[in-house]
């Protein structure tokens, strides 16, 4: 088995580093408001006084952004390091971040979205284990159970076994193990033939997307079809890919039935076990998962667990 670089379970009181390696804040009140969640779990915050100045999309320089990173890691009061949104960035400074303190001082990075691209780059170069789950902006909209496993996964107790109501199993009915690694569907595709992209095969991956019209997730799919990525990965889990917040529940189900559909004739040749509708994505579900860690795909039971 691969050795896995495990972050420390926090502690009550412990630092959490708000950091923001991709896109800038918009709304404060969101800000605010995952500050005041993480207090109230018993954690303490540490972020700038003075906001990120903002770029453009971008929330500072690529410099500074891939430097703040690097110092909150190098920081030993620092216990972990959230993302405060998504958005776009992480690509532009993946190349400037410190390797060899992740491997030497593993700690939590928690985020998702275009953390994707961290996530992966991390695993695949210093397989760490991090947490893909909501970010500080996205803290205030998660439902309560997305809450409770993001505190779960914080202290300590990410191996904890998921077993989701509503989740379906489309193909395969025996367990399928190994390294769970994923995302984000469209910023997972930006790191294919990059020094950044992770090993897919063996892999359990795990998908989601958000204002994607169908034939976007089609040509994604068929990409990563095409160049090889999925042949030899040991499942898939597919998460929310819903088109807009304002879907009717129909045009949603229609949506990710048609998502479905597609992975599922992609990889009509295989014996690959494919699960649809686990809440992971951009909305109030976003259940926190340990990106790199090794994993069991539990058809029979529809169980992810860590082993």
């Given at each position: ?22 896109g ?8 605010y ?31 500074n952004r ?21 958005g ?59 809450l ?15 077993q ?12 399928a ?48 079809w ?16 819903s088109y ?53 795909m ?10």
């Amino acid at each position: 088995m691969i050795e896995q670089h495990a972050p420390a379970p926090l502690k009550p009181g412990a630092i959490i580093a708000i950091i923001a390696p991709a896109g800038q804040i918009h709304d404060h009140d969101d800000f605010y408001a995952g500050i005041k969640l993480l207090k109230e779990m018993g954690f303490e915050p540490r972020f700038p006084r003075e906001l990120w100045p903002g770029t453009g999309y971008l929330a500072d320089t690529d410099a500074n952004r891939a430097d703040e990173l690097n110092r909150m890691w190098a920081d030993s009061e620092v216990s972990a390091l959230l993302a405060a949104r998504g958005g776009y960035g992480c690509l532009r400074m993946a190349g400037q971040i410190d390797l060899e303190q992740l491997r030497n001082r593993p700690k939590m990075l928690i985020g998702f979205s275009d953390i994707t691209v961290l996530h992966n780059s991390f695993c695949q170069q210093t397989s760490l284990i991090s947490l893909h789950g909501p970010t500080l902006c996205s803290l205030a909209q998660s439902s309560k159970e997305s809450l409770e496993r993001f505190y779960q996964c914080l202290t300590g107790n990410w191996r904890a076994p998921l077993q989701m109501k509503g989740v379906e199993v489309l193909r395969g009915d025996e367990e399928a193990r190994g390294r769970l690694i994923g995302g984000n569907l469209s910023t997972l595709l930006t790191l294919l033939g990059t020094p950044f992209e992770p090993e897919f095969k063996g892999r359990i991956l795990f998908l989601e997307d958000v204002g994607e019209p169908p034939y976007r997730i089609d040509r994604m799919l068929t990409q990563l079809w095409l160049a090889g990525r999925l042949q030899k990965i040991s499942g898939i889990i597919l998460g929310d890919f819903s088109y807009g917040q304002t879907m009717e529940t129909n045009d949603r189900i229609r949506h990710h039935e048609s998502i479905w559909n597609r992975v599922l004739q992609l990889t009509s040749d295989t014996q690959i076990p494919v699960w649809g509708g686990f809440p992971i994505g951009h909305g109030p579900e976003n259940m926190t998962l340990p990106h790199g860690a090794e994993t069991v795909m539990d058809s029979r039971n529809s169980m992810l667990y860590c082993i």
